[in-house]
């Protein structure tokens, strides 16, 4: 293990563009509840379930029932993203704050992660790719300009039936997070990729790499094409070191990924920064 990490640091020392592909299993240790655990989200909500899955349906067919029902105090609907809505309350854990230093160091370029809390913001990396959106932001589904929760006044909305909100665009604005179904918003699908491609290390943290397109990053970045991506140069790839810090192996094991650091991230990357810091 310890050889591990040195190993770890002394390629992300030696590595020109680093960037860190983050997943649930870091926010699990922040203490934000899985979805479908005994104590899950959705175990204990089943018809907060059944609306995540027709979000997304019912804002494209009627944007304005979907934000009627969006606001809705009784509504299930209006359950879900309150609950989404307390991940605001989460602190980062050590293994946010140990990205965060790598970042200051010079040594990370970007975060690209699934998460959708912010934690990563709220730690100090200043270049994040939410891939799946962030729950406390509003996005233009024209346009794609973000928006705070400040800046979209719903009840004020809701009070004068100047529902769907809109962009100055014209564009309507839905919630950021990518809802089932929804295609990843093109700006960041673009930077994902072009991060990945861009990349000489890949520091894959706390994901099981089961959740696409997102899982296919890593063979973007150590061969160059994708099944997911339309287009390809053909250009021959530099060479790519891929590192998983991990509880548990994933698809990536062996065949993607040079080694596995097996465990929290919360302990490990801290551990990795240690060693990165003796190095500099």
Request: net charge negative; charged share 30%.
């Amino acid at each position: 293990m310890n050889d591990l990490i040195k190993r770890a640091a002394e390629d992300l020392v030696q590595s020109e563009h680093a960037i860190a592909l983050t997943g649930a299993g870091m926010s699990t240790e922040s203490g934000i509840p899985d979805f479908r655990g005994p104590d899950g989200i959705w175990t204990q909500d089943p018809e907060a379930e059944k609306k995540a899955y027709e979000a997304y349906e019912m804002f494209k067919i009627n944007p304005r029932k979907f934000w009627e029902e969006r606001i809705d105090p009784d509504s299930a609907m209006r359950r879900m993203f309150e609950m989404f809505g307390e991940l605001n309350k989460v602190l980062p854990n050590p293994g946010h704050f140990a990205l965060a230093e790598l970042e200051k160091t010079g040594v990370l370029k970007s975060v690209l992660t699934q998460n959708v809390d912010g934690l990563h913001t709220k730690a100090g990396n200043t270049n994040v790719v939410e891939y799946h959106g962030v729950i406390n932001k509003f996005r233009c589904i024209k346009c794609a300009n973000r928006f705070t929760p400040d800046e979209i006044d719903l009840d004020n909305l809701s009070a004068k039936s100047n529902l769907p909100p809109l962009c100055e665009c014209s564009g309507i604005i839905k919630d950021d997070g990518v809802f089932f179904g929804e295609p990843i918003p093109e700006d960041v699908r673009n930077k994902s990729e072009e991060e990945a491609l861009k990349c000489d290390l890949m520091l894959i943290c706390g994901t099981s790499a089961v959740v696409y397109p997102f899982a296919d990053l890593p063979t973007l970045a150590k061969f160059g094409i994708s099944r997911f991506r339309t287009s390809y140069s053909g250009e021959p790839r530099q060479k790519v070191t891929i590192i998983e810090v991990n509880a548990e192996s994933t698809p990536l094991t062996g065949t993607i990924s040079d080694y596995l650091i097996q465990g929290k991230t919360g302990e490990l990357l801290p551990r990795i920064v240690e060693e990165v810091r003796k190095i500099l």
